[in-house]
């Protein structure tokens, strides 16, 4: 089984939602270049930004990380 990415996950999330990465910036207060970021690999959120972004996604935490 591959491994998905914090990275691939926040992507899949997203779009499952059918929300533009400005959308989900717009919600959680960052930059459309930050999520892109994010979702390339090139950065990751601080960890008391998980829940947050979770809950803007619908998803659970461990769900965000692959590790449930």
Do not use: C, Y
Request: proline content about 1%.
């Amino acid at each position: 089984m591959e491994d998905i990415t914090f990275a691939e996950n926040i992507k899949q999330f997203r779009k499952a939602k059918s929300m533009s990465m400005e959308e989900l910036g717009k919600r959680l207060g960052k930059a459309k270049s930050t999520i892109s970021a994010w979702e390339n690999g090139k950065r990751t959120p601080k960890i008391n930004e998980l829940k947050s972004i979770s809950e803007a996604l619908g998803v659970t935490i461990s769900q965000l990380l692959g590790i449930g």
